[in-house]
């Protein structure tokens, strides 16, 4: 994480042209599996994506993503098997949970929802894969870079 | 209806005698109430094992602490001298009913042991508010006289309406009596309650747009020192390890940037969710006055509206938390457009 974090303070675009750093957290099952589709069946994707592998969407706990803003990542994106597919039978659903009220808080406290997106994605749908990724990225960049959490000291 | 004033001095009465009857009855070892503060606007939590001394009792309007805070099971239980478990009596205004049977939800405490006194709750005071309005005079005295409030200092007096003066909860309030469980309420006690809540309260709140949100939540939070007595003073924070005394990792910064403000209160937020049982403790202890209640009445209504559920009011329901359901509202997910 640490690792990640830093090159992320480091990867500051100096460029017109802004591009949003987004932290995804896919799950080793079926998004990652997924990702690797995309990859191997040459889809085009935006590569404004970082991954991070974890064994399940049903890791997620809020304290990465709050730690992702915080840390200055301009968007998180969290993707993991669809309900009912968990190789855990129901990780996704216990996240699913925690992601509902996590996107409420979020949007309470003002931070702009989109900012964090959540979405399924099984092994075999790396064209939906490519689709939802130029979605966020999309979905991102019109929010601009994430400035709330500049720390002042 | 008469007024507050004789309305404290019904509960008051009531609690005294239902708890020296327990007390006669050997049916408690002990009884938890509150009792005359140590300094003016509050009240303190006193344990009483004697049947002579539940004169000691009171309910004003200041009994803020949610006593179930002492079964929490970071406090040390009560034992006897050999080391049997002591029978609690507790004093129980609606919120402290809430917050013993969430924690009994929770495998944290076990009924056999407790009695509530139920009390019909009449509201407890804003005391930050007051003490904001009064600002660097010092308060000597507080009491309440017919519908209002009165706070006496040194060479000042002034009088505050009891019904605007009252906890934002306290307002919105629907369960004033602690609901009955494994019979172990006397008193006043809800059978069976149902609540219907609009949540109008933060209607306006959310009808702003994210950035004038975030505005406010900067300005109120900003004031937060992370001395932590929000914490400690939930009945609901009882992690043997607060995530903010982790050090490995570390999740958020222990300054006082901003950032970490927000980090703290975010994570407390979705700690909170599902369990909050909006007694308004957390905002009547802070010493720099932040207002919580706001985020305490969001999470009552995230829980309400998604997953149809409310803490504390029976032993059967499993919060959403602790479980899942294929039917969950996604409506959040990203899709294909």
């Known amino acids: 994480m640490n690792e990640i974090t830093s090159e992320s303070k480091q990867m500051k675009n100096t460029d017109d042209e802004w591009e949003p750093k987004i932290l995804a957290f896919l799950c080793n099952w079926c998004s990652y599996a997924g990702a690797d589709l995309a990859g191997v069946s040459r889809i085009q994707y935006p590569p404004n994506i970082r991954v991070v592998r974890v064994p399940c969407s049903g890791r997620i706990n809020p304290y990465f993503i709050v730690k992702a803003l915080l840390d200055g990542w301009d968007g998180v994106l969290v993707s993991g098997c669809h309900p009912g597919d968990c190789h855990y039978l129901t990780g996704n659903l216990v996240a699913r949970r925690r992601f509902g009220i996590l996107k409420d808080l979020l949007e309470f406290f003002g931070i702009e929802p989109d900012r964090v997106n959540f979405m399924w994605a099984s092994a075999a749908e790396g064209e939906r894969f490519a689709v939802l990724i130029r979605k966020t990225t999309k979905l991102v960049k019109k929010m601009g870079p994430n400035k709330k959490f500049e720390k002042k000291w | ?337």
């Not at chain 2, 509530?116 to 005391?127: K, Q, T």
């Not at chain 2, 307002?171 to 219907?196: A, F, Q, R, T």
């Not at chain 2, 209607?203 to 001395?227: G, H, M, N, P, Q």
Request: aromatic residues 8%; negative net charge.
């Open chain 2, 1 to 337: 209806m008469g007024d507050i004033e004789s309305e404290n001095q019904d509960i008051e009465n009531s609690i005294k005698e239902l708890a020296r009857n327990l007390l006669r009855d050997k049916e408690v070892d002990v009884i938890i109430g509150y009792t005359k503060g140590t300094v003016p606007l509050s009240s303190s939590p006193v344990f009483i094992t004697r049947e002579e001394d539940t004169d000691k009792l009171l309910w004003n309007n200041l009994c803020y602490v949610n006593l179930a805070n002492y079964l929490a099971p970071r406090i040390p239980k009560l034992y006897d001298e050999e080391g049997q478990k002591l029978k609690v009596g507790i004093v129980a205004k609606g919120c402290v009913g809430r917050a013993l049977i969430h924690l009994a939800v929770e495998n944290q405490i076990n009924f056999e042991n407790i009695k509530m006194i139920g009390i019909s709750c009449n509201g407890i005071i804003n005391r930050k508010r007051i003490e904001k309005e009064i600002g660097e005079r010092e308060i000597l005295e507080t009491s309440i006289l017919g519908n209002s409030i009165i706070v006496k200092g040194r060479d000042f007096e002034e009088t505050f309406p009891f019904d605007e003066y009252l906890n934002e909860l306290c307002k919105v309030c629907k369960v004033k009596s602690p609901p009955n469980v494994d019979d172990s309420c006397v008193g006043e006690c809800l059978e069976n309650p149902v609540i219907e809540d609009d949540f109008n309260d933060i209607s306006d709140f959310e009808s702003k747009t994210s950035e004038e949100k975030w505005v406010y939540i900067k300005d109120t939070l900003s004031a937060c020192t992370r001395c932590y007595a929000c914490r400690e003073v939930c009945p609901m924070c009882y992690c043997n390890l607060c995530f903010v005394d982790q050090n490995k990792p570390i999740w958020f910064g222990k300054t006082t940037d901003f950032t970490d403000i927000f980090a703290f209160h975010f994570n407390r937020a979705m700690h909170l969710a599902g369990r909050c049982v909006a007694c308004g403790a957390c905002s009547s202890v802070c010493p720099m006055g932040i207002d919580l209640n706001l985020i305490t009445r969001k999470l009552e209504k995230i829980v309400k509206e998604r997953y149809n559920f409310t803490s504390g009011m029976d032993k059967e329901t499993v919060p959403p938390m602790m479980s899942f359901s294929m039917d969950d509202k996604e409506e959040f997910m990203m899709e294909e457009d």
